[in-house]
T-cell receptor, first 115, second 114 residues
């Protein structure tokens, strides 16, 4: 069964450093998302991406964040200068179509720890 | 932002009994609702969904009920099995937004005792 994959599973970084989280969505999916979950809190939407551009972003997704689909398979989230409060699980999700009734499939997540 | 609320942080049931997980929402623009199951150190796994044009959707042991007037949905698991022990998230989307963004509840931890 096709699945969303994410690498690395755990990333430890120093405050102020840049990190890139990688995702390989399901191959024929067209809509891509990043969510995050701070420990003990709910899963929060960060950004949606379609047709090589951001379709919506949350207030969390400020200038320090960017997303890219550099080739036909990868979808990346970059944090330019990490802060302590960026420590969280980051989940990538993909969806076949943009129809709201279509299911989003999530990857296993990357645990980001900022020291 | 509490557009989707799961007021019970945890639920414990005996194996074989029914588990009922509840979710309330405030945004009347939500028109599609999903339940995800999550194990520790894994991503959310899709379980079942319901469109606002329906009031019930069933898939095996899982049934979701939607009460639009009360802005309430519930997930019934029957019979409950120990493998169902996980965190269950309710999520909602607003079809008019065209982005597919999901708004999640806080989650309910279900423990099914053998």
């Amino acid at each position: 069964e096709p699945e969303v994959t994410q690498t690395p599973s755990h990333q430890v970084t120093q405050m102020g450093q840049e990190v890139i989280l990688r995702c390989v969505p399901i191959s024929n999916h067209l809509y891509f998302y990043w969510y995050r979950q701070i420990l003990g809190q709910k899963v929060e939407f960060l950004v949606s991406f379609y047709n090589n551009e951001i379709s919506e972003k949350s207030e969390i997704f400020d200038d320090q964040f960017s997303v890219e689909r550099p080739d036909g398979s990868n979808f990346t989230l970059k944090i330019r200068s990490t802060k302590l409060e960026d420590s969280a699980m980051y989940f990538c999700a993909s969806q076949l179509a943009g129809a709201f009734s279509d299911t989003q499939y999530f990857g296993p997540g990357t645990r980001l720890t900022v020291l | 932002d509490q557009q989707v609320k799961q007021n019970s942080p945890s639920l414990s049931v005996q194996e074989g009994r029914i588990s009922i997980l509840n979710c309330d929402y405030t945004n009347s623009m939500f028109d599609y609702f999903l339940w995800y199951k999550k194990y520790p150190a894994e991503g959310p796994t899709f379980l079942i969904s319901i469109s606002s044009i329906k009031d019930k959707n069933e898939d095996g042991r899982f049934t979701v009920f939607l009460n639009k007037s009360a802005k309430h949905l519930s997930l019934h698991i029957v019979p409950s099995q120990p493998g169902d022990s996980a965190v269950y998230f309710c999520a909602a989307s607003d079809g008019s937004s065209n982005t597919g963004k999901l708004i999640f509840g806080q989650g309910t931890t279900l423990q099914v005792k053998p």
